[in-house]
């Protein structure tokens, strides 16, 4: 499948949400309990202000997937960190597209003089925890229990890789 990565803009609202909403209410994945409103689509790019943040393309045009980086922390210490987002939409992973998505961020995290990003992954969602092992990340840190969804409590486990 070809991909083509562009620019997250306000006009790709729709899609995002769409994408993400998915997630929201029915898995592990997304850390909402409820689909977000259309009023929150600009919530992403606000998120990533001055980082990188792109949605990806199929060959017709569909907004298969995005990802963005965005800071860890507001405090200056932690300038050279950033926390990855990253979703596919539902039928397309496993095709090479969350590693497209993922390897431009990473380059884009050099350009920009980053030294490591994070991904914060629900200890439930097993996919995305071997997506990341894979791809560089390692195992830096659990919060036991941290969060709950849909009647289960889960553990919020950190990856970390190095730019």
């Known amino acids: 499948m070809h991909i083509v990565l562009e620019p997250l803009a306000v006009s790709d609202g729709p899609e995002v949400l769409d994408i993400f909403n998915f997630y929201a209410d029915r898995s592990f994945a997304a850390y909402s309990l409820k689909p977000l409103s259309d009023e929150m689509a600009s919530m992403f790019l606000e998120l990533s202000n001055g980082y990188p943040a792109f949605v990806a393309r199929d060959e017709n045009g569909k907004a298969v997937?995005?990802?963005?980086?965005?800071?860890?922390?507001?405090?200056?210490?932690?300038?050279?960190?950033?926390?990855?987002?990253?979703?596919?939409?539902?039928?397309?992973?496993?095709?090479?597209?969350?590693?497209?998505?993922?390897?431009?961020?990473?380059?884009?995290?050099?350009?920009?003089?980053?030294?490591?990003?994070?991904?914060?992954?629900?200890?439930?969602?097993?996919?995305?925890?071997?997506?990341?092992?894979?791809?560089?990340?390692?195992?830096?840190g659990r919060f036991r229990d941290a969060g709950e969804k849909l009647g289960r409590k889960f553990d919020v486990v950190y990856c970390q890789r190095m730019v």
């Open 65 to 140: 997937g995005f990802g963005m980086l965005r800071p860890y922390s507001p405090m200056p210490a932690f300038a050279g960190t950033a926390e990855i987002t990253l979703f596919l939409r539902d039928g397309y992973t496993g095709q090479g597209i969350g590693k497209v998505i993922l390897d431009h961020l990473v380059e884009q995290a050099a350009e920009m003089g980053l030294v490591s990003i994070l991904a914060s992954i629900s200890s439930l969602n097993e996919g995305s925890i071997r997506f990341h092992l894979r791809n560089g990340f390692q195992e830096c």
